[in-house]
């Protein structure tokens, strides 16, 4: 197996293991920002660490886009395996944090529309909400609420997230080992 795979696939299952703990201790309870912070550190070793070795072991100096290239070699199977991780974690093993966050957020969603102002602005935002009553824009809201809350959302939007910043980081990782590190 490819050196920059090998060493994605690591730092995955390290965000993995570190995730668990989080969980199993309680650590940051249902703060994610922690875990969404390591999870881009990660990532961004990943990227570095894989093509750090990968340009140590290569004879030949090779290009930029060759070098761009073996850096995603090492952020894609990253965030593969962390964003079907996210899936099963916030379906199988901690489904009642989305279930929390669905709660808060409806609360939140009632107390606007008992507020004849907010309500005002609410209905003014769309459309659709012109004609309708409150109870039918708070289903529709919690209808929307569900979705951007469930566990494939969630895989959706890592999946994509961690796809740009993999990119961008492979890039700038790429430049500055160029410029810095690896200069003929």
């Known amino acids: 197996m490819r050196v920059t795979v090998l060493t994605g696939l690591s730092f ?5 293991i570190t995730k668990m703990v989080f969980f199993w201790t309680g650590i940051f309870g249902s703060d994610v920002i ?11 070793l990943a990227i570095s660490v894989g093509l750090f070795l990968h340009k140590r072991k290569m004879q030949e100096q090779g290009n930029a886009l060759l070098d761009i290239k073996n850096a995603m070699s090492a952020g894609l199977p990253y965030l593969i395996v962390v964003s079907v991780f996210l899936y099963f974690y916030y379906d199988k093993i ?4 989305n ?7 409806y609360t939140n969603v ?3 529309l008992g507020n004849p102002d907010e ?17 039918e824009i708070l289903s529709k809201l919690k209808e ?13 939007v890592s999946l994509l997230g961690l796809l740009l910043l993999a ?5 700038f990782i790429t430049i500055i080992y160029r410029k810095l590190i690896f200069r003929s």
């Open 12 to 16: 995955a299952l390290l965000w993995i």
């Open 34 to 44: 922690p875990s969404v912070l390591l999870n881009m550190l990660f990532l961004l």
């Open 94 to 97: 901690d489904p009642e944090f």
């Open 99 to 105: 279930q929390h966050q669905i709660a808060e957020a």
């Open 110 to 112: 009632e107390k606007k």
């Open 119 to 135: 309500f005002a602005e609410i209905k003014a935002s769309n459309e659709e909400f012109e004609v309708m009553t409150k109870e």
């Open 144 to 156: 929307n609420l569900e979705r951007n809350y469930s566990a494939s959302f969630t895989m959706t």
């Open 167 to 171: 990119t961008i980081n492979s890039i």
